[in-house]
């Protein structure tokens, strides 16, 4: 099975550009390892099965790039705690994946390497940030893959690639590892094929971690127990502002559709559900991400690891070539966006008011939970766009990430799962529930994807 993997990535790698790194040797010996426990019986359901790991995950000896020039060439000493769980469970890496710098973007242009293109259709985006990660699973080079969600950057590309993906609660996975981009709101989660496999990772990878102090001591359930093709007394709720202006006719009909099959299935649809505080949460966002990436990545200075400029004439002049050399252009607006909002006279103007916003948006779902199970809403507002469409334009860029940011800033679960086609192109259907209601999320979404047929379709990548 490794070895097939390992050839389909030569086939179709030219075409989709989902590896920052091929991992094949380290792939091999640990299928081979696989293939021993399964002799002696000694196994657990992901033994022997491919992964690929988001490019902002700690490997040890296997360099971690987070997709910049500043970390090209960066070894980790250590695994993350997710690397570690997986490789308990005898998990074969067969690579790192590309994605947006720091994970920064929503269209893995962001890469300072190259941009990866979307299977379905070479010439749009896969999404962002974990681009590789959610195209390499639509074009089959590897069975599952990990990525990281800190406004989307999970649900928004499985979106786009018509794959499944799941962001946790906060705290549901550790994080230790996980190179910080925004600490109160990056997750770690799981693309794969279908729901079945969605379980089984989570159920790998969740639990407490000494290591990381956000993570929940809760119990981890067997998510698999949850898959009950039935939706008998499930409450839907439909919140009216994800539907609105802004998101495209074809997307709200493919929606309206998936709704409508939703009920069929046994659930009640409430269309009287309103988050109203989460038309500020794209300017929350945007002031909260930066403000923690700009202390994040006040680190690399060039002093203790990564790229280092030294042709300067002072320390401190190195230390400005390194960032400046080091960072790519996005990487830098929101250092600076984060620098201004935590300074000396805005931070009250801005970051200590986008967090009272914040729990206003918490108090939205909170209330909107006390009527209903789980949301329904699109995971994007529009289909895939076509590379090079928005990258001039950030703001635009970071609209199309408007559906899946509130989750991230409320702290609650969301998954992305195929929901249909638009001239070919993937719509995703995102659900979200109550913190550590993945149980719900899964059980809604297994019961939808036994009823349809869309994550059956496969793309004929153009080679």
Same mark, same amino acid.
């Given at each position: 099975?490794?070895?097939?993997?390992?050839?389909?990535?030569?086939?179709?790698?030219?075409?989709?550009?989902? /590896?920052?790194?091929?991992? #094949?040797?380290?792939?091999?010996?640990?299928?081979?390892?696989?293939?021993?426990?399964?002799?002696?019986?000694?196994?657990?359901?992901?033994?022997? $099965?491919?992964?690929? $790991?988001?490019?902002?995950?700690?490997?040890?000896?296997?360099?971690?790039?987070?997709?910049?020039?500043?970390? @090209?060439? /960066?070894? %980790?000493? =250590?695994?993350?705690?997710?690397?570690?769980? *997986?490789?308990?469970?005898?998990?074969?890496?067969?690579?790192?994946?590309?994605?947006?710098?720091?994970?920064?973007?929503?269209?893995? @242009?962001?890469?300072?390497?190259?941009?990866?293109?979307?299977?379905?259709?070479?010439?749009?985006?896969?999404? +962002?940030?974990?681009?590789?990660?959610?195209?390499?699973?639509?074009?089959?080079?590897?069975? !599952?893959?990990?990525?990281?969600?800190?406004? +989307?950057? $999970?649900?928004? %590309?499985?979106?786009?690639?018509?794959?499944? +993906?799941?962001?946790?609660?906060?705290?549901?996975?550790?994080?230790?590892?996980?190179?910080? /981009?925004?600490?109160?709101?990056?997750?770690?989660?799981? &693309?794969?094929?279908?729901?079945?496999?969605?379980?089984?990772? *989570?159920?790998?990878?969740?639990?407490?971690?000494?290591?990381?102090?956000?993570?929940?001591?809760?119990?981890?359930?067997?998510?698999?127990?949850?898959?009950?093709?039935?939706?008998?007394?499930?409450?839907?709720?439909?919140?009216?502002? /994800?539907?609105?202006?802004?998101?495209?006719?074809?997307?709200? @009909?493919?929606? @309206?559709?998936?709704?409508?099959?939703?009920? #069929? *299935?046994?659930?009640?649809?409430?269309?009287?559900?309103?988050?109203?505080?989460?038309?500020?949460?794209?300017?929350?966002?945007?002031?909260?991400?930066?403000?923690?990436?700009?202390?994040? *990545?006040?680190?690399?200075?060039?002093?203790? =690891?990564?790229?280092?400029?030294?042709?300067?004439?002072?320390?401190?002049?190195?230390?400005?070539?390194?960032?400046?050399?080091?960072?790519?252009?996005?990487?830098?607006?929101?250092?600076?966006?984060?620098?201004?909002?935590?300074?000396?006279?805005? =931070?009250?103007?801005?970051?200590?008011?986008?967090?009272?916003?914040?729990?206003?948006?918490?108090?939205?779902?909170?209330?909107?939970?006390?009527?209903?199970?789980?949301?329904?809403?699109?995971?994007?507002?529009?289909?895939? !766009?076509?590379?090079?469409?928005?990258?001039?334009?950030?703001?635009?860029?970071?609209?199309?990430?408007?559906?899946?940011?509130?989750?991230? $800033?409320?702290?609650?679960?969301?998954?992305?799962?195929?929901?249909? &086609?638009?001239?070919?192109?993937?719509?995703?259907?995102?659900?979200?529930?109550?913190?550590?209601? #993945?149980?719900?999320?899964?059980?809604?979404? &297994?019961?939808?994807?036994?009823?349809?047929?869309?994550?059956?379709?496969?793309?004929?990548?153009?080679?």
């Amino acid at each position: 099975m490794t070895r097939a993997v390992l050839e389909r990535i030569n086939k179709v790698e030219p075409a989709v550009h989902s /590896f920052i790194t091929v991992t #094949e040797d380290i792939a091999l010996k640990q299928a081979e390892k696989a293939d021993e426990l399964l002799c002696k019986e000694e196994t657990t359901p992901l033994t022997g $099965i491919p992964v690929l $790991i988001k490019d902002v995950m700690c490997t040890q000896g296997t360099r971690t790039t987070c997709a910049s020039r500043m970390l @090209e060439n /960066f070894i %980790p000493p =250590y695994n993350a705690t997710v690397v570690e769980k *997986l490789n308990q469970c005898g998990t074969v890496m067969v690579g790192k994946s590309n994605m947006d710098e720091f994970a920064m973007g929503s269209s893995t @242009e962001n890469s300072a390497f190259f941009p990866t293109h979307n299977p379905w259709d070479v010439d749009r985006v896969p999404g +962002g940030s974990s681009g590789g990660s959610a195209a390499a699973i639509a074009a089959d080079e590897a069975l !599952f893959a990990l990525g990281s969600d800190t406004g +989307g950057s $999970i649900r928004q %590309p499985a979106g786009f690639c018509s794959v499944v +993906g799941l962001k946790p609660t906060y705290g549901r996975v550790s994080r230790f590892g996980l190179v910080a /981009f925004a600490s109160s709101l990056d997750q770690i989660g799981p &693309f794969t094929k279908d729901i079945t496999d969605c379980a089984l990772v *989570l159920n790998a990878i969740a639990g407490q971690d000494s290591r990381d102090s956000t993570s929940s001591p809760r119990p981890v359930p067997d998510y698999t127990r949850a898959l009950i093709p039935d939706l008998h007394g499930i409450r839907l709720g439909v919140p009216q502002e /994800f539907f609105g202006a802004g998101i495209q006719p074809d997307v709200r @009909e493919i929606l @309206e559709s998936a709704i409508k099959k939703l009920e #069929e *299935l046994g659930a009640s649809i409430n269309r009287d559900i309103s988050l109203p505080h989460t038309r500020y949460a794209l300017a929350v966002y945007y002031i909260i991400a930066p403000s923690e990436a700009s202390t994040n *990545l006040a680190r690399y200075d060039g002093v203790k =690891y990564g790229f280092s400029y030294r042709d300067a004439e002072t320390m401190w002049d190195n230390m400005d070539a390194t960032r400046q050399f080091g960072f790519g252009p996005e990487v830098k607006r929101r250092i600076m966006l984060g620098t201004y909002a935590l300074s000396a006279g805005y =931070y009250d103007a801005y970051y200590l008011k986008a967090q009272k916003v914040r729990t206003l948006i918490r108090e939205d779902y909170a209330r909107a939970f006390e009527k209903c199970d789980a949301l329904i809403t699109p995971s994007s507002p529009s289909v895939p !766009f076509k590379l090079g469409e928005k990258v001039d334009d950030p703001l635009q860029m970071y609209l199309s990430d408007i559906c899946t940011i509130p989750a991230n $800033i409320a702290g609650i679960p969301g998954i992305s799962i195929p929901a249909g &086609f638009s001239d070919g192109l993937p719509v995703g259907m995102q659900i979200m529930a109550p913190q550590f209601g #993945e149980e719900i999320l899964l059980r809604t979404a &297994f019961a939808y994807e036994q009823a349809t047929e869309w994550h059956l379709k496969k793309p004929q990548v153009k080679l």
